[in-house]
Protein backbone atom coordinates (compact mmCIF):
# COMPACT_ATOMS: atom_id res chain seq x y z
CA UNK A 1 0.00 0.00 0.00
CA UNK A 2 0.96 3.38 -0.59
CA UNK A 3 1.29 5.81 2.14
CA UNK A 4 3.78 7.41 4.31
CA UNK A 5 5.30 5.89 7.44
CA UNK A 6 6.66 7.41 10.95
CA UNK A 7 8.60 5.58 13.37
CA UNK A 8 8.48 5.15 16.17
CA UNK A 9 5.15 5.88 17.07
CA UNK A 10 6.13 7.29 20.64
CA UNK A 11 9.79 8.10 21.60
CA UNK A 12 11.55 8.92 25.11
CA UNK A 13 14.52 11.06 25.48
CA UNK A 14 16.11 13.07 27.97
CA UNK A 15 16.72 16.28 27.96
CA UNK A 16 19.75 17.48 26.47
CA UNK A 17 19.87 14.35 23.57
CA UNK A 18 19.47 15.19 19.88
CA UNK A 19 16.91 12.93 18.60
CA UNK A 20 16.47 11.65 15.02
CA UNK A 21 12.45 11.34 13.69
CA UNK A 22 12.21 9.21 10.63
CA UNK A 23 9.58 9.94 7.13
CA UNK A 24 9.60 7.67 4.51
CA UNK A 25 7.07 7.89 1.67
CA UNK A 26 6.40 5.67 -1.24
CA UNK A 27 4.10 7.99 -2.83
CA UNK A 28 6.26 9.32 -5.63
CA UNK A 29 5.61 12.62 -3.76
CA UNK A 30 8.31 15.66 -5.01
CA UNK A 31 7.57 17.81 -1.49
CA UNK A 32 7.66 16.68 1.95
CA UNK A 33 7.43 18.77 4.91
CA UNK A 34 7.53 18.05 8.83
CA UNK A 35 4.64 19.77 11.47
CA UNK A 36 4.61 19.91 14.76
CA UNK A 37 1.39 20.09 17.10
CA UNK A 38 1.44 20.84 20.68
CA UNK A 39 -1.84 19.59 22.62
CA UNK A 40 -5.22 21.28 21.18
CA UNK A 41 -3.41 23.23 19.01
CA UNK A 42 -3.26 23.49 14.92
CA UNK A 43 0.11 22.24 12.81
CA UNK A 44 3.05 24.46 12.45
CA UNK A 45 5.53 24.06 9.83
CA UNK A 46 8.93 23.59 10.66
CA UNK A 47 10.86 22.46 7.55
CA UNK A 48 9.68 21.49 4.21
CA UNK A 49 11.47 20.16 1.04
CA UNK A 50 10.34 20.83 -2.65
CA UNK A 51 13.06 18.34 -4.41
CA UNK A 52 16.02 16.11 -3.08
CA UNK A 53 19.08 17.97 -1.41
CA UNK A 54 16.79 20.92 -1.08
CA UNK A 55 15.13 22.14 1.94
CA UNK A 56 13.47 25.42 3.52
CA UNK A 57 12.72 26.33 6.98
CA UNK A 58 9.30 27.03 8.00
CA UNK A 59 7.92 29.23 10.42
CA UNK A 60 9.52 27.34 13.21
CA UNK A 61 12.76 25.67 12.56
CA UNK A 62 14.98 26.66 15.41
CA UNK A 63 16.28 23.78 16.98
CA UNK A 64 15.48 21.26 14.47
CA UNK A 65 17.19 20.43 11.68
CA UNK A 66 16.44 18.05 8.27
CA UNK A 67 18.21 16.21 5.23
CA UNK A 68 16.82 14.99 1.60
CA UNK A 69 19.09 13.17 0.67
CA UNK A 70 17.04 10.34 -1.23
CA UNK A 71 13.20 11.26 -2.85
CA UNK A 72 11.46 8.87 -0.36
CA UNK A 73 12.80 10.11 3.07
CA UNK A 74 12.89 13.17 5.26
CA UNK A 75 14.50 12.32 8.52
CA UNK A 76 13.80 15.13 11.26
CA UNK A 77 16.69 15.94 13.96
CA UNK A 78 15.12 17.30 17.15
CA UNK A 79 18.71 19.08 18.51
CA UNK A 80 19.26 19.72 22.05
CA UNK A 81 18.79 23.48 21.22
CA UNK A 82 15.28 23.01 21.00
CA UNK A 83 13.65 25.02 23.99
CA UNK A 84 10.75 22.57 24.28
CA UNK A 85 10.41 19.43 22.02
CA UNK A 86 7.93 17.46 23.85
CA UNK A 87 5.00 17.50 21.19
CA UNK A 88 3.20 15.47 18.27
CA UNK A 89 5.59 15.64 14.73
CA UNK A 90 3.86 14.81 11.76
CA UNK A 91 5.41 14.53 8.68
CA UNK A 92 3.46 15.18 5.63
CA UNK A 93 4.38 14.93 1.30
CA UNK A 94 2.56 15.98 -2.04
CA UNK A 95 3.18 15.56 -5.52
CA UNK A 96 3.90 19.73 -5.49
CA UNK A 97 3.73 22.49 -3.86
CA UNK A 98 1.15 24.39 -4.66
CA UNK A 99 -2.33 23.86 -6.51
CA UNK A 100 -4.82 21.68 -5.32
CA UNK A 101 -2.44 18.84 -4.43
CA UNK A 102 -3.44 18.17 -1.00
CA UNK A 103 -1.04 16.72 1.58
CA UNK A 104 -1.02 13.39 2.78
CA UNK A 105 -0.11 12.87 6.32
CA UNK A 106 1.84 10.09 8.36
CA UNK A 107 0.71 8.46 11.44
CA UNK A 108 2.66 10.53 13.65
CA UNK A 109 5.47 10.50 16.40
CA UNK A 110 5.11 11.72 20.12
CA UNK A 111 8.39 13.46 21.70
CA UNK A 112 8.14 13.03 25.25
CA UNK A 113 11.17 14.94 26.35
CA UNK A 114 12.20 14.78 29.83
CA UNK B 1 1.26 36.62 6.00
CA UNK B 2 -1.54 33.97 5.75
CA UNK B 3 -4.13 33.47 8.16
CA UNK B 4 -6.52 30.96 9.03
CA UNK B 5 -9.31 31.60 11.95
CA UNK B 6 -11.40 28.50 13.25
CA UNK B 7 -13.97 30.42 16.02
CA UNK B 8 -15.69 27.50 17.52
CA UNK B 9 -12.80 25.73 19.96
CA UNK B 10 -15.96 22.87 20.15
CA UNK B 11 -19.66 21.98 18.40
CA UNK B 12 -21.95 19.79 19.31
CA UNK B 13 -24.06 17.84 16.77
CA UNK B 14 -26.93 15.21 17.03
CA UNK B 15 -26.12 12.37 14.79
CA UNK B 16 -28.10 12.53 11.38
CA UNK B 17 -28.17 16.02 11.22
CA UNK B 18 -25.76 18.64 9.41
CA UNK B 19 -23.19 21.02 10.89
CA UNK B 20 -21.49 23.81 9.54
CA UNK B 21 -17.97 24.16 10.72
CA UNK B 22 -16.60 28.22 10.50
CA UNK B 23 -13.71 29.28 8.81
CA UNK B 24 -12.10 32.41 7.53
CA UNK B 25 -9.15 33.37 5.59
CA UNK B 26 -6.78 36.61 5.43
CA UNK B 27 -4.01 36.69 2.70
CA UNK B 28 -3.21 39.39 0.28
CA UNK B 29 -2.54 36.73 -2.14
CA UNK B 30 -5.29 36.31 -5.34
CA UNK B 31 -4.56 32.18 -5.95
CA UNK B 32 -4.81 30.47 -3.00
CA UNK B 33 -6.24 26.88 -2.30
CA UNK B 34 -8.29 25.99 1.10
CA UNK B 35 -8.29 22.80 2.42
CA UNK B 36 -10.22 21.16 5.44
CA UNK B 37 -8.75 17.79 7.29
CA UNK B 38 -9.80 15.85 10.07
CA UNK B 39 -7.64 14.70 12.75
CA UNK B 40 -9.39 11.51 15.06
CA UNK B 41 -8.16 10.88 18.56
CA UNK B 42 -5.76 8.67 16.87
CA UNK B 43 -3.93 11.91 15.61
CA UNK B 44 -3.18 11.16 11.82
CA UNK B 45 -4.94 13.78 9.72
CA UNK B 46 -7.17 13.26 6.65
CA UNK B 47 -7.75 15.09 4.06
CA UNK B 48 -11.32 15.97 3.21
CA UNK B 49 -11.87 18.65 0.45
CA UNK B 50 -10.17 21.62 -1.08
CA UNK B 51 -11.75 24.47 -2.96
CA UNK B 52 -9.54 26.72 -4.72
CA UNK B 53 -9.63 30.63 -4.96
CA UNK B 54 -10.29 30.49 -8.80
CA UNK B 55 -13.21 27.81 -8.61
CA UNK B 56 -16.71 29.12 -8.99
CA UNK B 57 -18.53 26.05 -7.77
CA UNK B 58 -18.03 25.19 -4.02
CA UNK B 59 -16.36 21.93 -3.51
CA UNK B 60 -18.14 18.42 -2.42
CA UNK B 61 -16.90 15.65 -1.85
CA UNK B 62 -19.80 12.94 -0.26
CA UNK B 63 -21.30 14.46 3.13
CA UNK B 64 -18.57 17.13 3.11
CA UNK B 65 -19.45 20.27 1.64
CA UNK B 66 -17.39 24.03 1.31
CA UNK B 67 -19.07 27.14 1.61
CA UNK B 68 -16.58 29.20 -0.17
CA UNK B 69 -17.75 32.94 0.27
CA UNK B 70 -14.40 34.81 -1.33
CA UNK B 71 -15.75 38.74 -0.89
CA UNK B 72 -16.16 37.58 3.23
CA UNK B 73 -12.50 35.11 3.00
CA UNK B 74 -14.64 32.64 4.23
CA UNK B 75 -14.49 28.70 3.80
CA UNK B 76 -17.20 26.99 5.97
CA UNK B 77 -16.96 23.13 5.79
CA UNK B 78 -20.65 21.60 6.06
CA UNK B 79 -20.98 18.03 7.38
CA UNK B 80 -24.51 16.18 6.08
CA UNK B 81 -26.13 13.36 8.07
CA UNK B 82 -23.51 13.35 10.62
CA UNK B 83 -22.26 10.06 11.93
CA UNK B 84 -21.00 8.92 15.51
CA UNK B 85 -17.35 8.59 13.53
CA UNK B 86 -17.28 11.91 12.83
CA UNK B 87 -16.26 12.97 16.20
CA UNK B 88 -13.05 14.37 15.68
CA UNK B 89 -10.54 17.81 15.58
CA UNK B 90 -11.23 19.27 12.27
CA UNK B 91 -8.93 21.72 10.93
CA UNK B 92 -9.58 24.32 8.01
CA UNK B 93 -5.57 25.43 6.17
CA UNK B 94 -4.59 27.59 3.04
CA UNK B 95 -2.05 27.21 0.83
CA UNK B 96 -1.00 30.75 -1.49
CA UNK B 97 -0.02 29.45 -4.95
CA UNK B 98 1.98 32.43 -5.80
CA UNK B 99 6.18 32.99 -5.69
CA UNK B 100 7.36 34.19 -2.70
CA UNK B 101 8.64 33.34 1.20
CA UNK B 102 5.08 31.82 1.33
CA UNK B 103 5.26 29.49 -1.12
CA UNK B 104 4.30 26.16 -1.05
CA UNK B 105 3.52 26.31 3.08
CA UNK B 106 0.03 25.41 4.76
CA UNK B 107 -0.99 27.64 7.43
CA UNK B 108 -4.09 25.76 9.94
CA UNK B 109 -6.15 27.50 12.06
CA UNK B 110 -6.40 26.36 15.52
CA UNK B 111 -9.12 23.65 14.65
CA UNK B 112 -12.84 22.80 15.90
CA UNK B 113 -13.80 19.94 17.76
CA UNK B 114 -16.64 18.21 16.47
CA UNK B 115 -18.72 16.01 18.82
CA UNK B 116 -21.59 13.91 17.83
CA UNK B 117 -24.17 12.60 19.68
CA UNK B 118 -26.19 9.84 19.38
Known amino acids: DGGITQSPKYLFRKEGQNVTLSCEQN?????MYWYRQDPGQGLRLIYY???????QKGDIAEGYSVSREKKESFPLTVTSAQKNPTAFYLC?????????????FGPGTRLTVT | AQKITQTQPGMFVQEKEAVTLDCTYD???????LFWYKQPSSGEMIFLIY??????QNATEGRYSLNFQKARKSANLVISASQLGDSAMYFC???????????????FGQGTILTVHP
Open chain 2, 27 to 33: TSDQSYG
Open chain 2, 51 to 56: QGSYDE
Open chain 1, 49 to 55: SQIVNDF
Open chain 2, 93 to 107: AMRVNAGGTSYGKLT
Open chain 1, 92 to 104: ASSMGLAGGHEQY
Open chain 1, 27 to 31: LNHDA
